[in-house]
């Protein structure tokens, strides 16, 4: 059984264009997180939510938007794609804030 | 504000050495320090954590970390490494002053275990 799940894993797409990436935990955790890892491999917290409310947002720009529907899914939506954007984007999860992290496997996003 | 440095990008060690992988920290009051294992094309999986207590903490497939208050370090170590071992390797700290479900992460140091 996968604890942190993400969808999809592999995404390439054109400059300009709406995306979404989907994370969902069966942990039972109230707490989740988006990262980007960039291609020198440095990991970046995003955001995070806790029992579906915004606890962290970074300094991120708006065309990212996350979503939790029930606190165990927290998807990201990215509007009007950028090249820079292409990265390594991880989804976690925790049982309370602060907690040991659990990590989903990564959605790989290729900007072209 | 909080951070962690690994100094080291890479470290190389052959089969049934033992092995360090460093990391270094600046933080206000007590730090809550983890460290993160990364294979590739995978997400990064917990390995151990210091929250208070014994100074050596020790963790999954063998890890374990030697906390050092006066160094502000606290290393990672394995008596004998294997070939299997080779990844990236994450430190990281939780910020307990301004965010405490903010973790900042260290940049990352591979880890190379040559048979």
């Known amino acids: 059984d996968t604890a942190v799940s993400q969808t999809p894993k592999y995404l390439v797409t054109q400059m300009g264009n709406d995306k979404s990436i989907k994370c969902e935990q069966n942990?039972?955790?109230?707490?989740m997180y988006w990262y980007k890892q960039d291609s020198k491999k440095f990991l970046k917290i995003m955001f995070s939510?806790?029992?579906?409310?915004?606890?962290i947002n970074e300094t991120v720009p708006n065309r990212f938007s996350p979503k939790s529907p029930d606190k165990a899914h927290l998807n990201l939506h990215i509007n009007s794609l950028e090249l820079g954007d292409s990265a390594v984007y991880f989804c976690?999860?925790?049982?309370?804030?602060?907690?040991?992290?659990?990590f989903g496997p990564g959605t790989r996003l290729l900007v072209l | 504000a909080q951070s962690v440095a690994q100094p080291e990008d890479q470290v190389n060690v052959a089969e049934g050495n033992p092995l360090t992988v460093k990391c270094t920290y600046s933080?206000?009051?007590?730090?809550?320090l983890f460290w993160y294992v990364q294979y590739p094309n995978r997400g990064l999986q917990f390995l151990l954590k210091?929250?208070?207590?014994?100074?050596l903490v020790k963790g999954s497939y063998g890890f374990e970390a030697e906390f050092n208050k006066s160094q502000t370090s606290f290393h990672l170590k394995k008596p004998s490494a294997l070939v299997s071992d080779s990844a990236l390797y994450f430190c990281?700290?939780?910020?307990?002053?301004?965010?405490?479900?903010?973790?900042?992460f260290g940049s990352g140091t591979k880890l190379n275990v040559k048979p």
């Open positions: 210091y929250i208070t207590g014994d100074n």
């Open positions: 933080v206000s009051g007590n730090p809550y």
């Open positions: 990281a700290v939780r910020d307990l002053i301004y965010n405490f479900n903010k973790f900042y």
């Open positions: 939510y806790n029992n579906k409310e915004l606890i």
């Open positions: 942990l039972g955790h109230d707490t």
């Open positions: 976690a999860s925790s049982q309370q804030q602060g907690e040991t992290q659990y």
